[in-house]
């Protein structure tokens, strides 16, 4: 009765394919954001493309949350499933509000340091990429996983220093002549940082689970 019960709920590596789905949408959303600034896509576009890949990774996070719910077997403790699915969520949901800032305030042009910092965030999302699989046997790859939540962590400290010499050139350039031009500046630096914020946040989870399960 119980094996009968067991084989109508959810597949317990069926989390782990639902992880690695979402990372692969994060990356995409994040290949669309550094678009964006670089300007290899026309704006508009890369705003859209980046709205849509939020819109698939939250499908993917009900799908999750919704499973961990129906599961009666979870590949390691719920709420650590829970807080992934959410790090990982929460990231692509700040490249979104970054690009709804650019669209709202009409930006076209992009300070170097802006620029930087989106191809950062696609270093963290391809680094996610590659660590999110390695969760299938954390006890065998633990080494590996702490490599990548340290590596997304020095990431976010480059972004920040990026954040504070964009923001200081900002000022000086703007302070006599355009105070709204360094306020829209600011606010879209302030969303840059957001987003690393966000995959540092995706690198706890992962390090936390590692503690948890080696």
């Known amino acids: 009765m119980l094996s009968w019960f067991r084989a109508l709920m959810p597949r317990e590596d069926g989390f782990f394919d639902l992880f690695e789905a979402h990372s692969q949408v994060l990356l995409e959303g994040a290949l669309a954001l550094r678009s964006l600034f670089d300007g290899s896509a026309d704006i508009a576009t890369a705003c859209a493309e980046v709205k849509r890949h939020e819109k698939r990774a939250d499908d993917i996070t009900a799908e999750v949350l919704q499973a961990v719910r129906r599961s009666f077997i979870t590949p390691f403790d719920r709420v650590d499933i829970k807080d992934l699915i959410e790090s990982l969520d929460d990231a692509i949901d700040q490249m979104h509000q970054t690009s709804k800032a650019i669209t709202l305030f009409e930006v076209t042009t992009f300070e170097a340091p802006m620029r930087e910092m989106a ?70 630096y302030g969303h840059l940082e957001r987003v690393a914020d966000r995959f540092e946040d995706v690198a706890n989870e992962i390090s936390g689970i590692v503690i948890e399960h080696v």
Do not use: C, W
């Open 119 to 188: 191809a950062i965030a696609v270093e963290a999302a391809e680094m996610t990429v590659r660590a999110i699989p390695l969760l299938r046997k954390v006890g065998t790859n633990a080494g590996a996983l702490n490599t990548y939540a340290v590596a997304i962590t020095d990431l976010e400290g480059k972004v920040d220093k990026l954040h504070d010499q964009g923001l200081k050139a900002l000022f000086l350039t703007h302070r006599h002549t355009d105070p709204m031009a360094f306020t829209v500046g600011a606010e879209i």
